[in-house]
């Protein structure tokens, strides 16, 4: 088992964003590899950002743990492209949190900035605070976002979450902002709370609505009530902008009328 | 007195080519065939004499030499510049700025990124499905304008192009040619139009796919209202806009800005490809600035990228919401800027604002504008159409060549981003 912790030194211009895609559990396991990180146009080592502790010994990326301390909240795709081990960050992180994972998990203490496990084909992120915008989305003019794995965001979710998601499942256990699960092909997203206009151009899969949806979009037919682990819910197919092949399911709908 | 014709006039995207000027003693003293924002850009004053500096919170006066010494040492120093603006300039200073990002490792974006950013995003998603002014002014029988207020915003829209236009393959065009107007007030647009659709703020994407599932056949789930508009409203326009010979929407801020933004413009594209099943139909962005188009494609055809460009690494990235200037400047994410022809601290949101005056700020525009009082440095220059000349893009992205009127001492953007230019190759050693 191999242990790493990252401690984010105190920052000159600390509002700038450090782009650090080099932080995954494969990584490390290379002793003679260099790691190197971007803070605006400039270049740097992984210790110019950080206090690196390195302890123990591991032979696949399963067998990593790398711990991020401090404050940090800018830096950016953290666990992009990781495929296994284990990344704990102590408080928030920036944008593109585990974007392409494939494998293993994220655990996030604090909040995550936007585009949290985008176009994530596998593994599994979980987000203690709040995300921001686009959780588990595509990029732009990407056609679709997540495929696989599960996001689970213990707070609240901004804007766009599950924007064009296509496959695994992003649970959110408290309200989603507008247009959640916008342009969704496959997959399921579920939000305990309260979200509005969810699953705009649904084209498939499933949304999972048990607060209100607000500004229900009247391209969903009300297909009657049912239920989900003893919990009525009303059933929708839609979106019928295209051939209504998605559901929703929701407790309680207002529409803009 | 000295008459010139055929002027661009460089104030908003419709790029009006048919502007007369009168010259009397080197200066503008009139235009004709004008409107009057575009008459008011001819005939303005407050033009700033020198190069200014900022030196313990007092203005003074530089030199041109000075002027782009200092900015080349701000720019140089900084980690992450933003370079910002560009839809008050020609294409060929675009072409300058975009290569000084790329050696500067900064980011680039245009006023795109705070009107019609959002278009391009959908259009990414969708496509196009677009054509010239010339198209619309000859064949179309049916216009749409969409969150938008031609009137007051592009004066001569209609005039020239849509509702008061005559049309070569159209009989009596000015009775004939329909006219939709969608907006969430009554306008002096809404006012002239056979249609007008009152929404309520926020409800386009609603009415957008309700009118989709319309055209689909199946309007049967649609309740009798949809963000307050009738249903019996919502079947009648489906029904006008099936049946045209051929349609053209026009959509402005009130669509992209509105809730939900580029799906709310995605919708729109994807509208107007269920109408092409039925008929001929077309959508156009109103883009607000005479070049904001013009930097869209210098930026495309340099980078790839129309807007929001990052050369930190030495490559392009792109990502609007992230690399935009609003979102960089309210998250502080910069440590310098240089602002080329546009007024950002008359537009923007306060903590973007504050970001401007807290860092070291380059200011390159004719005039003296809300900016100036936040800058460190201003550097005057030409006004492109009146005493600089260069490329410009209307709003349909056909390129105008936009001519001078009057000679004056004053360098164009391009001789002076051009000189910063080669004095930061020649420092870096490039
Ligand atoms: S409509 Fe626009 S381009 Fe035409 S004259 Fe007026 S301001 Fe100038």
């Known amino acids: 088992m191999m242990r790493v912790i990252l401690e984010v030194k105190e920052q000159l211009k600390p509002n700038l964003p450090i782009e650090a895609e080099c932080i995954t559990p494969k990584n490390f396991l290379d002793p003679e590899r260099e790691f190197h990180v971007w803070k605006g146009n400039k270049e740097l080592d992984l210790t110019d950002i950080f206090h690196v502790r390195k302890d123990g010994n591991a032979k696949s990326a399963e067998q990593v743990e790398i711990t991020i301390r401090g404050d940090s909240s800018h830096i950016k795709r953290v666990g992009e492209y990781m495929d296994g081990g284990k990344i704990i960050i102590e408080h928030d992180i920036g944008m593109h949190c585990g974007n392409f994972m494939s494998g293993g998990l994220i655990e996030i203490r604090g909040n995550a900035d936007s585009w949290l496990g985008r176009e994530m084909h596998g593994g599994k992120i979980i987000c203690h605070g709040n995300a921001m915008d686009y959780a588990g989305s595509g990029y732009r003019g990407e056609k679709k976002g997540m495929r696989g794995g599960l996001i689970e965001i213990m707070g609240n979710a901004g804007d766009f979450a599950g924007e064009t998601l296509a496959g695994g499942e992003i649970i959110i256990h408290g309200n989603a902002g507008d247009m959640p699960g916008v342009d969704i092909k496959d997959g399921r997203l579920t939000i305990m709370g309260d979200c509005s206009r969810p699953c705009g151009n649904m084209a498939g899969g499933e949304c999972r609505v048990f607060g209100t949806a607000y500004d229900m979009l009247p391209t969903f037919r009300n297909e009657g009530p049912t239920t989900i682990d003893d919990v009525t819910v009303t059933r929708f197919s839609g979106d019928y902008t295209s051939r209504g092949l998605g559901t929703i399911y929701v407790v309680n709908c207002k529409y803009m009328d | ?430």
Request: proline fraction near 4%.
């Open chain 2, 1 to 430: 007195m000295q008459e010139i014709k055929d002027m661009v006039c460089p104030f908003c995207g419709c790029l009006c080519d048919d502007v007369t000027l009168e010259i009397e003693n080197g200066e503008i003293v009139a235009t004709d065939n004008c409107c009057a924002i575009g008459n008011a850009k001819f005939l303005g004053k407050n033009r700033l004499k020198n190069p200014i500096k900022k030196v313990d919170g007092k203005w003074v006066d530089i030199t041109y030499d000075e002027a782009i010494d200092t900015a080349v040492d701000i720019l140089l120093d900084a980690d992450r510049p933003l370079l910002f603006g560009w839809s008050g300039t020609h294409g060929e200073a675009q072409c300058v700025g975009v290569h000084m990002n790329e050696i500067l490792g900064g980011v680039i974006d245009s006023t795109t990124s705070v009107c019609h950013g959002p278009s391009i995003l959908a259009i990414q998603e969708v496509g196009h499905p677009g054509c010239t002014l010339g198209q619309v002014k000859n064949r179309a029988d049916l216009i749409i304008y969409w969150g938008c207020n031609p009137i007051e915003a592009h004066p001569r829209h209609m005039s020239r192009y849509t509702t008061y236009a005559d049309g070569y393959f159209l009989d009596n065009a000015f009775r004939n040619r329909k006219v939709i107007v969608v907006d969430v007030r009554e306008t002096e647009t809404s006012n002239v139009a056979d249609e007008f659709i009152r929404i309520k703020p926020g409800g386009d994407y609603a009415v957008l796919s309700s009118l989709r599932a319309i055209l689909r056949g199946k309007g049967d789930m649609i309740p009798d209202s949809v963000a307050g508009v009738t249903k019996t409203q919502l079947i009648q326009v489906a029904e006008m806009c099936k049946t045209c010979k051929f349609g053209a929407l026009f959509f402005g801020v009130g669509l992209t800005m509105a809730k939900g933004k580029y799906k709310n413009v995605r919708n729109a594209i994807e509208f107007v490809d269920d109408l092409n099943r039925h008929t001929k139909f077309t959508l156009t962005p109103m883009r607000g600035h005479w070049n904001v188009y013009g930097a869209n494609e210098v930026m495309s055809w340099m980078t790839g990228y129309p807007y929001a460009v990052d050369f930190c690494r030495g490559v392009a990235f792109y990502n609007p919401g992230e690399t935009t200037a609003v979102d960089i400047l309210a998250r502080k994410e910069c440590d310098a800027c240089m602002i080329v022809g546009s007024d950002p601290a008359a537009h923007f949101p306060h903590s973007c604002v504050e970001q401007l005056r807290d860092i070291p700020m380059i200011v390159i525009d004719p005039f003296q504008t809300m900016t100036t009082t936040l800058a460190d440095l201003q550097i005057p220059v030409a006004v492109t159409g009146i005493d600089a000349e260069g490329t410009a893009y209307r709003m349909d992205g056909v390129p105008l060549k936009v001519k001078k009127a009057i000679d004056s001492d004053y360098p164009s953007d391009t001789e002076i981003l051009t000189r910063i230019y080669d004095i930061m190759l020649e420092v870096k050693g490039l």
